[in-house]
């Protein structure tokens, strides 16, 4: 009888193959957590802990922590490389593209923007990203309701946090704002970053606890480069091109 030739798998074709090399896979595929949300997959592994004698504490306990390590998830991503790109600051689909004055609050004056909007639903990554480097030189909280964040009305009356940036990307030096707004079901603005801060593009400044809105203010001449419907991907989708 023939002798059947070795089998040749991944431990014979490559030594370094072994559980480092699946950990390094399973990470590569699994998104990390952002630090706000290691509570709330804590308070959800307890009661499953809690109830490990019952079936359905067990369960809800763990769908529980699923369901929130997905929501704080904080995949890692590329930005774009040209200069004068303006990224998307957050994973959503793009709802309103029109012209509006920034918030009042950062004392830009009234004249109307460049405005994109991303709608960002409970299935979304909730972190924020900036949309281009340089210096960030305002940081304002303003208080309002919690509308649904779909609504046009909710630029305006939604508690918010803008951002604005300043950056010698384009032609010329300009600003960028980036705005956070709550929505129905956020209760909770997370904004990290300190006027004096320099952030690169794509850099994760901030978050939105369940359900929310971005609204990018450009300077005047930028073009925005997205349509309405259109999804974005946080610090790779290229919204506008500074003038």
Known sequence: MARRPPLIGPTAQDPTF??????ELIRS???????????????GLGVALAGRHHRWLRRAGLLAAGACAGFFRHPPRVPPSRAGAVAAPADGVICVIDAAAPPAELGMGDAPLPRVSIFLSLLDAHVQRAPVTGEVIAVQHRPGRF????????????????????TDGGAEVSDVVAVQIAGLLARRIVCDARVGDTLSVGDTYGLIRFG???DTYLPPGAVPLVEVGQRAVAGETVLAELP
């Open 147 to 166: 509308g649904p964040a779909d609504l046009a009305s909710a630029s305006a009356e939604n508690e918010r946090t803008s951002l604005r940036i300043r």
């Open 29 to 43: 595929t699994v998104p990390p957590l952002h630090p706000a949300g290691r509570p709330f997959v804590a308070a």
């Open 18 to 23: 072994g559980p480092r090399h699946v950990l």
């Open 212 to 214: 929310s809105r971005v």
